[in-house]
């Protein structure tokens, strides 16, 4: 029999989700949803994950679970195809973590690269490194196999995640036997898309920075951060000047998100971004017009999102049951990975009698 298809991904409830996460991964998990390929696909809200750098404010957390599933839903996450399930909720990934933690080594952990950056921005390499941020890859490894998960759509930042993960998978099967499945990562396949960086042209979206534009954000909002702070060329001075297109955020955006559809519709002076770029490139197109086409682009992308999401905020009710309901199908799927990893490590006492069996068998032997 073929290894039935499943995916698991998630995020981190710290914040509404921003257009890098849109190009990044919610668009793709639309497209898998619907592409029929699939047994099983799950959206885990890792609110205990984001626990682990929000200790002192929970309430941060709490107030943004609804946050991102209407982000979900106005993108077109559908729950009649996609399991939606909050991750505190599921006592078998606490389980599943300690366990995984003795199949691992800190200095391991010590050289994830994605955790290594993320210690720097947070400043814990001064204040102190909490035990359970260290320790989240593992929590994540517990996540991804407690779905049962082959397939794990993230950005690439998530690489290590993952790769933690296999070697967990591949040492835990090693020394039980046979029990986990063994993840794969997918990245975007468009390289733009893998890493949008914020208007500003700092490295990534983030709430912080004031960079991001936010799938709820209405029009204004949006034409306020192209025009007022997305960085361009800053030797493209007057319009005839030949302009640079490298480290222009107007060109990475739509490198990410332009199709030749949107030049006939909004700039029919070019068939396509190459023609564009090229014409940038040799002077004489103003950053004024190419960011108007980047909004024209953007809208007709967020306008669909934003119908969505306020049909959604009418209906707060049917957001909290479908969570809930998600929710309680996942505690069913990794109650029984659970189960499963503890019969294969011989610490299911309770799911029969054998281990009294087993003494019984001692005792007699001994008397012999
Ligand atoms: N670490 C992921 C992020 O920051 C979120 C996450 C938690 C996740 N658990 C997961 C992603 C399991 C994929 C699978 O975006």
């Given amino acids: 029999m073929a290894e039935k298809q499943i995916i698991l991904t998630g995020d981190r409830p710290t914040g509404r989700l921003h257009l890098g996460h849109y190009v990044g991964s919610l668009k793709r998990r639309v497209e898998l949803q619907n592409s029929g390929m699939f047994d099983e696909i799950n959206i885990m809200i890792a609110d205990d994950q984001a626990l682990t750098d929000n200790a002192d404010n929970p309430r941060k ?17 559908d729950p009649s195809k996609t399991t939606i399930c909050v991750q505190s909720a599921l006592p078998a990934l606490h389980a599943l973590t300690f366990y995984y933690l003795n199949l691992v080594t800190t ?3 010590s050289r994830n690269p994605t955790v290594k ?11 102190g490194l909490p035990a359970g941020f260290f320790c989240y890859p593992v929590s994540q490894a517990a996540d991804i196999t407690a779905f049962n998960a082959n397939v794990v759509p993230v950005g690439e930042d998530q690489l290590p995640m993952i790769e933690q993960a296999r070697e967990i998978v591949e040492k835990f099967n090693n020394v039980y036997g ?3 499945v063994l993840p794969k990562a997918m990245i975007p396949e468009n390289e733009m898309q893998r890493r949008l960086p914020g208007v500003d042209g700092k490295a990534k979206m983030s709430k912080s920075l004031g960079n991001c534009i936010y799938l709820s954000d209405d029009a204004k909002t949006v034409k306020k951060q192209v025009n007022g702070k997305m960085f361009t060329d800053p030797l493209h001075l007057k319009i005839e000047d030949p302009g640079h297109i490298e480290g222009n955020v107007v060109f990475t955006y739509l490198d990410a998100l332009c199709t030749d559809g949107h030049f006939a519709e909004y700039l029919p002076d070019y ?66 990975t659970l189960a499963r990893v503890r019969k294969a490590m011989r610490i299911d006492y309770f799911a029969d ?10 005792l007699k032997q001994a008397k012999q």
């Fill in 178 to 180: 046979e029990t986990l």
């Fill in 107 to 109: 200095a391991r952990l």
């Fill in 61 to 77: 957390i709490r107030d943004n679970i609804i946050n991102v599933m209407l982000d979900y839903l106005s993108v077109g996450i």
């Fill in 271 to 336: 068939a396509n971004l190459e023609e564009m770029k090229a014409h940038y490139r040799r002077g004489g197109l103003g950053d004024g017009t190419c960011k108007k086409f980047l909004i024209n682009v953007m809208e007709e992308m967020l306008r669909p999102i934003r119908a969505e999401r306020a049909k959604w905020e009418a209906d707060i009710g049917s957001v909290y049951d479908i969570l809930r309901e998600g929710t309680a199908k996942a505690v069913e799927t990794t109650n029984e």
């Fill in 353 to 362: 009698r054998s281990i009294e069996k087993e003494w019984e068998a001692l």
């Fill in 117 to 127: 950056a993320e210690i720097q921005m947070r400043g814990f390499a001064d204040e």
